[in-house]
């Protein structure tokens, strides 16, 4: 397979100056006819014309409405065309009903739909199907189906045909089209300019009564991005589609966002509030995509992260407006130090804007999405709000229209505060995450940080420059008073002291306020600084790292010297999670315990080998100790938790319930599971059923409760979703793979559906003891699954054997079981583009 380098970016020889599509749909022969109007391109010196087209039948082509013959190859079509504007002509012939990749036009439960991004277009039809070539879109739809949607504009909408007119000009990936016998909830929304915009949500019969929320959170999401960055919409329709077989969440295609649909339909009953804080926040992605993604778009997909990243950052901030701001920030810092960390410090590690790649759908990962929103708060913090404002303003007024580039948006940064960002432009070009370690002196009333940092080695890079690292700073005095408020501190050299003077105390540093730059702060554990900051700190992300740090720094010594939990650390964190002065959300944030993969991470980087059943065993016993330690507590913290008021997904009330699923697996440690099944039964939500399930299932006491759910819900598979993954994620480990084996068995496992496939999959990944069994069943298992997912669906089997990213961490015999089991799945004959690039990434 070929390699594509940032560095051979060439210009489309043409530019394209209108597209005309008609479709007649069929499920085994769709026709689709292309009219596109070609003109030499100025800016380009390379006039070859071709055509990017797969898997495609050529029925015709013309030239001017003279019949042409190109010469077709596996990905394209090249042909002899006039130096002068021209008129391209094809007609081909594709298989929706065979497409299992989804990818390209396929069809999910008898609906057409398309998911383009980031080469499927050319599944479609010839096009130059890439980011920069951008064009305006008429689409004509043929069929009987009820509903045909494409983007932009509705125009004659006649039994049997459908137009859609998209004025705005946009490349191929957000080309979409569906199809099918759908329904519609329907609301509106005027602009602040008064632009009235219809706005569909379309579900299939059925699902109408899961939509109220999606639509609340289209509007709440519009009204956000007029009002914090001056952004309208500018369509006169806004439709959003749920589909049940997606590959990923959700997509951002123009006027016609395309979900999965267990990124949009939520019910009181079907859906946990994390499933509701999780729609909110993808629909705003989307939203936001509007702007940023669409009218300013990639110019190549080396850049995917000029869209992403800060589409991230934004939604982030949308989160951080709708709900808690503090606690909002330290689910993402979970979130990045669980996938983006193992990603950047493993075998697949690459910069935010890679530098070359075989399969672009590899590279829609943690780094670019997550690393890529850090870069952007991390710019946002440096340059301060309102020059951010303003950089942001100026990149939408510059570049409304265009294919941009990484230099195009700190061009405007640079513009806007005569900054030199050259060194901070490091953040895009080189992988893995920075180390960051400290050291203090104090003398004389005078008080100095001693900064190091440096950035291991990563594949493709063995030396590493010295980034900027904005660390923000607060300083405590010994009695919990707050003697120097948050301040920036510009780390650029790879040692650099700041001191602080009039300091009458050695005070306690408050470092990394706000997690203000995603590195790996280093710092001799010192419990007693950790229990007073636990105490004492003002900042809420340091003040949970405090406690992080002593949950940490407990379970090590557990795993490795089987120390008892710290009780020291068990009763500060205590009076905390009792404080009733405290959001109970920020209060279930701090009862969460490390994952077991973070401490098998932590563990190996202090050179100890992580044993996967020591870290479970080590987990169990802390969680067992917290819960005989706390005892007299756990009443009054669950009647704390209770909700009287009646449903609602909002911040407050999954506060709430956050904290009561912590105190409810405390409980079911002491109780043997009958707060657990009380709670499943009296339940009138899928939160607090779910957690209880969960309680029950690793007691080995599910199986009525499991039978009556299933009886319940058989029909509905967002939550059969629920049910399958339940079983494996919340197994005791040893029996986890015959568990997710025998689910495999079950009537209603359809793993072409890339839902259900997860739900088995990743469920047996995130038991990390079950997964990491001792005889290696687990990696077996999921390695001949992969292999099978592989020949249907590439880029979702692809994605989901990141699963062994980590494997170079265990002990020699594991390692030899992944490596054999990555070995079989590179040796396959037929292997994907897609899995052939990650496996022979994984091993390196
Ligand atoms: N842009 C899409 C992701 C497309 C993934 C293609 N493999 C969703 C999003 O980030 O909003
Ligand atoms: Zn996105």
């Known amino acids: ?13 043409y530019v394209v100056e209108g597209v005309e599509l008609t479709f007649a749909l069929a499920p085994e022969a ?102 920069d070539v951008m064009a305006t879109f008429d689409v004509r739809i043929e069929s009987d189906l009820p509903v045909m949607l494409s983007n932009g504009n509705p125009g004659t909408q006649d039994g049997g045909v459908a137009e859609w007119h998209d004025p705005w000009p946009k490349p191929s990936y957000l080309f979409a ?45 519009m009204r956000w991005d007029e009002e914090v960055y001056g952004r309208e919409y500018d369509l006169d329709v806004f439709n959003i589609v749920a589909v049940d077989d997606f590959n990923m969440g959700a997509m951002e295609n123009k006027g016609l966002n395309i979900f999965n649909s267990s990124a ?29 993604g669409n009218r300013i778009t990639c110019r190549d997909w080396f850049q995917l992260c000029l869209k992403e990243g800060l589409t991230v950052f934004r939604d982030s901030q949308f989160t951080a407006d709708q709900r808690s701001a503090p606690v909002k920030r330290i689910g993402d810092v979970i979130d990045l130090r669980a996938r983006q960390f193992p990603e950047d410090q493993g075998p697949l ?26 870069v952007i708060g991390m710019l946002k913090r440096l340059v301060g709000d309102e020059a951010y404002d303003k950089a942001v303003a100026l990149y939408f007024e510059r570049h409304d229209g265009q294919a941009c580039t990484i230099e195009d948006w ?40 001693t900064f190091r940092q440096r950035t291991p080695a990563t594949p493709g890079q063995s030396e590493k420059l010295p980034q900027v690292l904005p660390v923000a700073v607060g300083l405590l005095s010994p009695g919990g008073e707050e003697v120097l408020p948050t301040q920036l501190l510009e780390v650029t050299e790879p040692e650099q002291s700041f001191t602080f003077d009039n300091m009458p105390d050695r005070p306690i540093p408050s470092l990394l306020r706000g997690f203000s730059a995603p590195v790996v702060l280093e710092r001799e554990s010192d419990a007693a600084e950790q229990a007073f900051l636990l105490a004492h700190d003002t900042d809420p992300y340091c003040r949970w790292e405090a406690g992080r740090g002593l949950a940490r720094g407990s379970l090590i010594a557990s795993v490795v010297d089987g120390a008892d939990p710290d009780g020291a650390w068990l009763d500060a964190l205590r009076a905390v999670v009792t404080d009733p002065a405290l959001d109970p959300a920020y209060r279930a944030l701090m009862m969460g315990l490390p994952t077991q993969s973070e401490l098998a991470q932590a563990l190996y980087e202090k050179g100890i080998t992580p044993d996967p059943d020591a870290i479970r065993d080590a987990v169990e016993a802390t969680v067992r ?40 697996s405390l409980v079911s440690r002491l109780d043997g599971g009958s707060a657990a099944e009380a709670q499943f039964e009296a ?10 399930l969960g309680n029950l299932v690793r007691l080995e006491r599910a199986d009525d409760a499991l039978a009556a759910f299933e009886a319940q819900w058989k029909d509905d598979r967002l939550v059969m979703d629920k049910w399958f993954g339940i079983q494996i994620m919340s197994a005791p480990a040893p029996v986890a793979v015959e568990r997710a084996e025998a689910l495999t068995g079950h009537a209603a496992f359809d793993w072409t559906n890339p839902n259900r496939f997860r739900a088995v999959m990743g469920a047996l990944v995130s038991n990390h003891a079950g997964f990491h069994r001792a005889d290696g069943a687990g990696y077996d298992f999921l390695a001949g699954w992969l292999a099978r997912l592989d020949e249907k669906n590439p880029q979702t089997a692809a994605r989901m054997a990141t699963a062994f990213q980590t494997w170079r961490r265990y002990d020699d015999d594991r390692q030899a079981k992944m490596r054999a089991a990555l070995e079989s799945l590179r040796d396959k004959p037929k292997l994907s583009r897609d899995m052939g690039e990650m496996v022979a990434r994984l091993l390196g």
């Open 30 to 131: 769709t026709r689709v006819k292309s009219r596109i109007r070609f003109a030499p391109n100025p800016d380009a010196t390379d006039r070859t014309f071709f055509l990017h087209g797969e898997d495609l039948t050529l029925i015709s082509a013309a030239i001017d409405g003279s019949p042409v013959t190109p010469t077709l190859t596996e990905q394209g079509l090249t042909c002899e065309v006039p130096d002068a504007p021209f008129t391209w002509e094809a007609e081909v012939e594709i298989a929706p009903a065979k497409n299992t990749a989804l990818e390209g036009l396929y069809m999910s439960n008898g609906m057409y739909c398309t998911q383009c991004e980031a080469e499927g277009f050319r599944k479609i039809t010839y096009y130059p199907d890439r980011p």
């Open 683 to 692: 339940a009138d939500n899928m939160t607090l059923k779910l957690a209880a």
């Open 177 to 221: 089209l569906v199809a099918g016998d759908l329904e519609a909830r329907s609301d509106s929304f005027t602009t602040r300019s008064g632009r009235h915009v219809d706005l569909n949500l379309w579900v299939r019969p059925g699902d109408l009564g899961k939509t109220a929320w999606g639509m609340e959170a289209l509007r709440t999401s």
């Open 264 to 292: 949009v339909l939520a019910s009181q009953d079907t859906s946990t509030d994390a499933n509701f804080e999780r729609i909110e926040a993808i629909i705003a992605h989307e939203y936001f995509h509007n702007w940023t």
């Open 1 to 13: 397979p070929q390699t594509i380098y940032l560095k051979d970016y060439t210009p489309f020889g």
């Open 625 to 664: 100790a917290t819960a005989d330690r706390w005892a007299d507590d756990l009443r009054g913290l669950s009647e704390e938790a209770r909700v009287a008021e009646p449903y609602a997904p909002d911040a407050q009330q999954s506060g709430k319930r956050a904290l009561g699923t912590r105190v409810l």
């Open 349 to 374: 590690s690459h910069p935010v804007r890679p530098e070359s790649f075989q399969e672009i759908n590899n590279f829609y990962t943690a780094t670019v999405y997550e690393k890529g929103a850090e």
């Open 410 to 449: 700190l061009q405007v940064f640079e513009d806007t505060t005569g900054r030199d960002l050259s060194q901070f432009k490091r953040w895009y070009t080189q992988s893995g995450t920075p180390r960051l370690s400290v050291e203090e002196s104090y003398e004389g009333a005078r008080y100095t940080l």
